[in-house]
């Protein structure tokens, strides 16, 4: 997603400073654009952290996980 953003931006940013009368006065109001684009990278980055807990909680994972570390660490100790 951040990559599409950037993207975008990319694409957009040259076209505004072509001979724009206007040029200084555009870009003074975007100044929250970069804090709301972060925001929306993280709030994508904390839904996929939530579908990714909910399924290894589902499944079992985590509780597999735990053993197998739990048990290479008692292994290695004895």
């Known amino acids: 997603m951040l990559s599409v953003l950037l993207y975008v931006r990319a694409l957009v940013a040259p076209m505004a400073h072509r001979g724009d ?5 555009r870009w003074r ?3 929250g654009q970069t804090t709301a684009e972060y925001a ?3 709030l994508g980055a904390a839904a996929i952290a939530a579908l990714i ?12 996980l735990f ?3 739990l048990s290479h660490v008692i292994g290695a100790v004895t």
């Open 21 to 25: 009368p206007t040029e200084g006065r």
């Open 29 to 31: 109001g975007a100044a």
């Open 40 to 42: 929306l990278v993280l």
């Open 53 to 64: 807990v909910t399924w290894a909680t589902k499944s079992g994972a985590i509780g597999k």
């Open 67 to 69: 053993e197998a570390v």
